[in-house]
């Protein structure tokens, strides 16, 4: 890929994602909830169900609005969606308030799911390089973690100087986070013009609903698609369930242990987090770069499916060590890691699958398959947590091991047929 304007706008996608990650609120958004507002675990499993519902219902319709109306022009409408969503977090005040700010950050969610991945494979074949796509996207991930990393050390820095910055005041990083994300807006419309062409310039609620329908039998119809599809969501939702309780595992292993004299307990918290936060990222950053080595070595499906059994066990030792701070960071750092390298395998296993004019629509498939799950799962997880957070995981390593043996029977069975 020798061609500067390749190279220039290969950039650009990476940077798409490192704006995009400059959340400064992530690393501290449960112990907000939880610490400022009192709220209980199961207070915030019920915003992420709104989140996941919202996502839910709006995937494939944003993923045909991408189709047919331009990829561009949707990205756009996503970013309003988020700041809209920050300046609700910022003012806060009840759980009502966090509710719109979740409802509209949902649907930002679900406007971008799928539609820049969309837009990366269509340059990729547009330019006739196709068969990088599994490098292309791993390194575009890996900025993308990078971003997040960025964004944990700035948030500790920030502690640091403002040694009167409390929990209370963390609602500022929402605010802060706009600024990228208003930069990210921008660069978007600097992408190529052909990345924003759709089927249709002009809109039909009738054809709109028709698009969204055959949407829906496309991936479900076509055998490969659909087990990629219930494989790549089951995962996602799994990791997006699990992942945010790292929040309050290390807030009730951190009481009272002092990292930094002069600061308070609230602050020392959030210095822990943003620094795991940091090397998580920055890990899952080498991770993702580097899956198409992986790739070069094992079978995608292999991988994939081994990427359950490991899951299983981490989450297995992790239900018998909550209390064990290493322990605790040793796990998150494994499972970030499958992630990152399972994801970017995941995506060109689905797009290689796909029709090159359905592949927004998929993913965003994909993604209202993640949401459901979630939604139906993340209540029932936080009210288990808050009776009993080892039994929940204990729970957690028995549906992936489950998970695991169901696709090593249906690989054999399919292996077998093929012989046949």
């Excluded at 915030?44 to 519902?53: P, Q, T």
């Excluded at 269509?122 to 599994?134: C, E, P, R």
């Excluded at 599809?229 to 992942?243: H, N, R, W």
């Excluded at 004299?261 to 090397?279: E, F, H, K, R």
Aim: glycine share 6%.
């Amino acid at each position: 890929m020798a061609d500067p304007k390749q190279k220039m706008q290969i950039f650009k996608f990476g940077m798409y994602g490192f704006l995009k990650n400059l959340r400064f609120f992530e690393p501290y958004l449960y112990i907000y909830f939880l610490s400022v507002y009192n709220m209980s675990l199961l207070h915030v499993g019920i915003l992420v169900s709104i989140r996941e519902a919202i996502i839910y219902i709006f995937e494939i319709p944003s993923g045909v609005i991408a189709d047919r109306y331009g990829k561009k022009l949707e990205l756009v409408i996503c970013f309003l969606f988020y700041i809209a969503s920050f300046i609700i977090f910022f003012i806060g005040g009840a759980f009502f308030v966090f509710i719109i700010g979740m409802v509209l950050f949902g649907l930002g969610e679900a406007f971008r799911s799928g539609t820049h991945k969309a837009m990366i494979m269509q340059y990729l074949d547009h330019n006739d390089i196709g068969s990088s796509k599994t490098k292309v996207y791993g390194s575009t991930r890996a900025m993308s973690m990078l971003g997040s990393m960025v964004m944990s050390l700035l948030t500790i820095v920030m502690i640091i100087i403002f040694k009167d910055l409390s929990l209370e005041y963390l609602k500022y990083l929402f605010l802060i986070s706009i600024i990228p994300y208003l930069i990210d807006m921008v660069m978007i419309l600097t992408y190529p013009s052909y990345l924003n062409k759709g089927e249709s310039t002009e809109f039909h609620l009738k054809e709109f609903f028709q698009a969204s329908v055959e949407s829906i039998k496309y991936s479900f119809q076509n055998h490969s698609v659909r087990r990629l599809l219930v494989e790549a969501s089951s995962y996602q939702a799994g990791f997006k369930t699990i992942k945010d309780y790292i929040q309050p595992i290390i807030l009730s292993i951190s009481v009272g242990f002092v990292l930094l004299s002069g600061y308070t307990d609230d602050q020392n918290t959030a210095i822990y987090l943003g620094l795991i936060y940091a090397v998580l990222y920055l890990i899952s950053s080498f991770s993702s770069k580097n899956a198409h080595k992986v790739v070069a070595k094992t079978k995608n499906r292999t991988i994939i499916n081994l990427t359950w059994l490991f899951s299983a066990c981490i989450m297995l030792v992790l239900s018998f060590f909550l209390h064990n701070i290493f322990v605790v960071f040793g796990v998150f750092i494994l499972f970030y890691i499958l992630l990152n390298i399972r994801r970017p395998l995941m995506v060109e296993l689905v797009g290689n699958a796909s029709d090159p004019g359905k592949r927004a629509s998929v993913l965003s498939v994909e993604s209202q398959l993640t949401s459901l799950l979630v939604v139906v799962f993340a209540p029932i997880l936080g009210y288990i947590a808050d009776k009993n957070m080892q039994l929940m995981f204990l729970l957690i390593s028995a549906m992936m091991l489950g998970f695991f043996l169901f696709n090593t029977f249906v690989s054999k069975a399919d292996h077998n047929q093929s012989n046949t």
